[in-house]
């Protein structure tokens, strides 16, 4: 099992309430974790631009 999301071998291992086919609880934290970084990389990357506006 190597854990990469959507990993097949991985999708419900070790858990009894994950049906076959549906992503694991791990694979939806990690989902929320990239989409939580890839946010916060945004803001950072407008607030720079927008800070350069005003120094021009």
């Known amino acids: 099992m190597s854990?990469?999301?959507g990993d097949p071998a991985a999708r419900?291992?070790?858990r009894s309430d994950a049906p076959a086919g549906r992503p694991a609880w791990h694979?939806?934290?990690d989902a929320v974790w990239?989409?939580?970084q890839m946010s916060a990389a945004a803001r950072?990357?407008?607030g720079q631009g927008?800070?350069?506006d005003?120094?021009?």
Request: glycine content about 14%; proline content about 0%.
């Open 3 to 5: 854990g990469r999301i």
């Open 12 to 14: 419900g291992a070790g």
């Open 27 to 29: 694979e939806v934290s």
């Open 34 to 36: 990239l989409a939580a």
């Open 44 to 46: 950072a990357a407008d």
């Open 50 to 52: 927008a800070a350069a």
């Open 54 to 56: 005003r120094r021009a």
